[in-house]
């Protein structure tokens, strides 16, 4: 049994209820600095793309390119875990277990710029092999 399907079904045990959130929250899910604010115009473009149910490349697509890398970086995976959670709720679990065991990490850490960069790269190599 891999790593992430164990952790998954010990996890299991303790979670009754998928993991949920409502559109009201999405501005705290948009703030993406560590260090000093989130641009609003940026935070305002992520809520939009997101309520028009644009995906992670369209949004990607969006942003400005003087935003810096870590940045795009964790914007994109806030972006596509937000996605997948509330719109693909039903195999969200299943798309992050690809995701982590195909990064080889055991858990999700958003506040890592390492794993956010991990996770952009994992989702624009699936752009490339779905343009093929």
Known sequence: MGKVHYLNNHLQKFRENKIKFELDELEGIAQYSNIGESDPKIVQL????FKEKMNYRT???????????????????????????????????TLIDNCLEEINENVVLMDSPHFCKKVYYYLNSIKILNDN
């Open 46 to 49: 992520f809520i939009k793309c």
């Open 59 to 93: 949004f990607l697509n969006k942003l400005p390119n003087s935003i810096s890398n870590i940045d795009r970086y964790h914007l994109i995976t806030s972006y596509w875990f937000a996605y997948i959670v509330y719109y693909q709720n039903d195999n969200y679990e």
